[in-house]
């Protein structure tokens, strides 16, 4: 459950939206007038929350947004955190390109995290869309610049991972072609955290959208 609304300060600026299905939304909510209930710190951060109940398989998301307050010239940074793989590759592509075509409008900036094909072969029936190569696939879509990092990397370290033993480090110092590991011929389970940002050239506020 996304709280970045009740939790950064640095958002206090900033129109925040989060999209999902209606039932999940109601029970968000739900959870977090219970936890405002009983704690007294719990408070907005952000300029605003809005939650817009849509699927972003349908054609309709987008429009959605707009009703509920969304501009699209509006500088915006798009979450899409552990949501692209549970989407058929068209749908993923669909929803991606459509982020994408913001960078011609606005200045826009992409966070969200990518499996390798390995990793959507863990769970069979839930899986779907994955990208070996995030940092070819977003600039083929429109987006002008892409960071991909690995968890272990120091961008994606939090002073967690010392032992280079660690799957993660072990993964790292692998080259990202290589999708069995050589010392035990385990496949090669990996997650991208991407950055990807475009815009025609001018910067104003932003808006945050969550899914
Ligand atoms: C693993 S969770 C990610 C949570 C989210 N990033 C957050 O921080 O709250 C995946 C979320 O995506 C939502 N979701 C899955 N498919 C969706 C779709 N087609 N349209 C909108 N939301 C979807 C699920 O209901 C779930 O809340």
Known sequence: MDTRSYRLGCLKETDVFEVDFPSVLQVKASLIQAAARSTENLGMTAKSLTRVAADIRENDWLEKLQ?????????????????LYYLTHSHALQVLKIIADKCALTQTILLADFMNKPSTMLCNSIFHFYSDWPDHLLPSLGFSHVNLSQIGDPDAHFGLLHDPQNLFNKLRNLPRSVHTHPDDGTPCHRLYLVQASGSPNQQIPFSVISV
Not at 67 to 83: D, N, Q, R
Request: hydrophobic share 45%; net charge negative.
């Open 67 to 83: 009703i509920s307050g969304f501009v699209p010239e509006k500088s915006t940074v798009w979450i899409l955190e552990g949501i």
